[in-house]
């Protein structure tokens, strides 16, 4: 059978003792990160990619996606313990984790947001695999017409769920692709927008950008706002929970699972979107839904199975088509250039002991967080107490050697410097720094793909609404853009986005 | 009297017309070639117009309908992390790993407010050890680790 064979395939590259080491290293720095306010798995990816580099691909992969994941774990101690999302997906469980936690129920409420995270990234682990083939051999047979469509679908449907202004989105998108054409076109040799620089014959560095925006530029926007003094509560006491609340939980850790699989699925989804529609949806269904925001078990079981399950799937598209859901997936993707290997359906078939690899380890991975998070929790607490004042250096200090390494350029360092300046701005003009990833890793791919739809119809642009499936993603593109633009929705997307 | 405040949206606005015009008066040597041969002009004059348009409409949109206030700025930070990054980029080849590294968490540690002088100190020389370390010794970055006499 297909499908055991894949699985030993990814087993055997998982289990070898170099991938365990990094599945586990990833696994813990994704707690660690998690845990730590201030710093998330995005910038924590772009700080490792660079060194990524010195690994083989299979590795680098393995521990860049253990970091992903693993913050989901550890995002949830923090918030429970200190009421401050240690990673954005877990602003939600604040609400309900940190009164359990002042309630002095710290500990089933870390017990619940790990076990929680461990069976919907069993789940949604199983749903990689399974939809995971199908979805990349349809992929495989898509022209250049069905796959400009694709990115267009996918470009709309993160402004759409991304937050803010659906006009300021789009202006980061067509941003991003710009800055992403810009070096030496493939076509015809002619350097474009390099403003004479040589530094930039081979387009802005993706190293360079990422660790500014998500490096620099948050450390900046930190440094400007004002500390506030949390309280720890350290007293966790037994973190396993008892049966009552599991039975209690498990309908709410089910329909986060669920939500959570499909939302991650999405392009601008991922596991910030799955936590907060997750714990939306159990308000809803409750019986009493005044119990959530004062200590509700299921308001932290719900949207931390979601995010786990999110955190997985948003691997499906980055793998079978290569196209990224979420900036950290957009990392992924540049981890795979950096090694040479061009993201899209052929990786499947091409590399199998790398995609297999990688799914098989994300099990492992969640079973390995399991262990490191509830035993471990009471060591987290510790790391809490560290204070930003050194963890920035240390980002900085990571961002420069990174930036440098990555081709010995000199330039690149000055252009991360720019782009941090840039990055800053516009999170201060509530311009979204996401989109603007998500365009300039498709940019060149969208170019390219463009060019050969139109050269194939002999430039009749008729060609994208002519084939099914590419008019089949334009519909739906059109469709998302309507839906948003429509007063009424705006408005319920608004409230959805405030709760 | 319409209040016209500059706000988050008038200045995004602004942004991505200086990019859009920027854009297009540098795509403006590159031949555009045609639909059924886009020349290396065709994706990003494309691309500028849809931008400029973009800016043009939130300006719009900004004067007509109100504008929220930009928020804070904090010059200090950014401009100290900025400065660190370009000293890093600045010494690094010629001082090498350590007193490069030295300079910029002294400088980085500006950013912030409420490190003293010599927990900076100590700071720094851990950061550059580690960093000795982990680039040098355990993934053998090319670096040069001490000035090039």
């Known amino acids: ?105 710290a500990g089933p409420a870390l017990g619940i947001a790990a ?54 989105a789009l202006g980061m998108v067509v941003l991003g692709l710009m800055f992403g054409i810009v070096g030496t076109d493939i076509n015809s ?58 039975k209690y939980c498990i309908p709410a850790v089910l329909r986060g699972t669920t939500l959570g699989s499909i ?5 601008g989804g991922g596991a910030l979107l799955a936590a907060f529609a997750a714990y939306t949806l159990e308000k809803k269904v409750a019986r009493k839904p005044r119990h959530f925001g004062h200590g509700d078990i299921r308001g ?43 993201p899209g359906p052929r990786v499947m078939t091409d590399r199998p002991g790398l995609f297999w690899g990688l799914i098989v380890s994300m099990w492992l991975g969640n079973l390995m967080l399991v262990v490191l998070n509830l035993p471990l929790v009471g060591m987290w607490v510790k790391l809490l107490r560290m204070p930003y004042r050194f963890l920035y250096p240390s980002i900085v200090v990571f961002c420069c050697i990174g930036t440098y ?22 999170v201060k003009l509530d311009c979204e720094p996401a ?30 609404l002519q084939e099914p499936i590419s008019l089949f993603f334009l519909i739906v593109s059109v469709g998302l853009l309507l839906v948003v633009a429509l007063p009424t929705i705006r408005k319920t997307r608004e409230e959805a986005m405030q709760e | 009297m319409l209040k016209v405040r500059a706000g988050k949206d008038f200045w995004s606005g602004i942004m991505f017309l200086c990019f859009a015009v920027v854009g297009l008066y540098v795509a403006r040597g590159y031949s555009m070639g045609s639909a059924d041969e886009m020349g290396p002009g065709y994706f990003p004059v494309f691309l500028g117009i849809v931008l400029g348009a973009l800016g043009l409409l939130l300006v719009a949109r900004a004067i007509t309908s109100g504008d929220e206030p930009v928020g804070h700025i904090s010059i200090r930070p950014l401009v100290y992390l900025v400065v660190a990054v370009v000293a890093f980029g600045v010494t690094i080849e010629p001082l090498g790993l350590v007193l490069s590294l030295i300079l910029t968490v002294a400088l980085a540690a500006l950013a912030g ?37």
Not at chain 1, 263 to 267: K, R, T
Not at chain 1, 318 to 325: D, K, N, V, Y
Not at chain 1, 335 to 341: K, L, S
Request: charged fraction near 10%; charge should be neutral; glycine fraction near 10%.
């Open chain 1, 1 to 105: 059978m297909d499908f055991l064979n894949n699985l030993a395939t990814g087993f055997s590259v998982a289990l070898t003792v170099t991938n365990l080491l990094y599945c586990f290293v990833g696994a813990l720095l994704g707690t660690l990160v998690g845990v730590l306010p201030g710093i998330g798995p995005v910038t924590t990816v772009a700080m490792l990619l660079p060194f990524s580099f010195t690994l083989p691909p299979e590795s680098a992969l393995i521990m860049l996606a253990g970091i992903y994941y693993g913050a989901q774990y550890g995002g949830s101690t923090t918030a429970i313990l200190v009421n401050i999302p240690g990673e954005a997906s877990s602003v939600v469980t604040t609400i309900d984790g940190h009164q359990m936690a002042r309630a002095g129920r």
């Open chain 1, 115 to 168: 076990l929680g995270s461990f069976f919907a990234g069993c789940i949604a682990t199983i749903l990689v695999v399974v939809a995971a083939p199908p979805l990349a051999s349809i992929a495989l047979s898509f022209g250049p017409a069905e796959y400009f469509s694709l990115m267009v679908c996918g470009l709309v449907a993160a402004i759409v769920l991304a937050r803010g202004s659906v006009i300021k």
């Open chain 1, 189 to 246: 040799g002619v350097r474009r927008m390099t403003f004479g620089f040589r530094g930039l014959a081979d387009g802005i560095e993706f190293v360079a950008l990422s660790m500014a925006i998500y490096g620099l530029a948050d450390i900046a926007l930190n440094l400007g706002k004002k500390e506030d003094n949390a309280e720890v509560h350290s007293k966790i006491g037994r973190v396993w929970p008892s049966w009552a609340d599991i």
């Open chain 1, 263 to 267: 939302l991650g699925v999405l392009p």
């Open chain 1, 300 to 342: 932290v079981a719900a949207p931390e199975s979601a995010n786990n399950a999110g955190a997985q799937t948003s691997f499906i598209p980055m793998l079978t088509l290569g196209i990224p859901s979420n900036p950290t997936m957009a990392m992924m993707i540049g981890a795979m250039m950096i090694h040479g290997i061009s």
């Open chain 1, 405 to 426: 390494t990555v081709n010995s350029n000199l330039f690149d360092v000055y252009v991360m410097a720019f782009f941090a300046v840039f990055g800053y701005v516009c």
């Open chain 1, 435 to 464: 989109p603007l990833i998500l365009g300039f890793v498709l940019g060149p791919m969208m170019e390219e793909n463009l060019r050969r739809s139109l050269l194939l119809s002999r430039g009749d642009s008729m060609i994208f």
């Open chain 2, 113 to 149: 407010r409420d490190s003293g002088p010599i927990e900076v100190a100590i700071l720094a020389v851990v950061l550059a050890a580690l960093s000795v370390g982990i680039f040098h010794f355990a993934l053998r970055l090319p670096l040069p680790i001490w000035p090039a006499l």
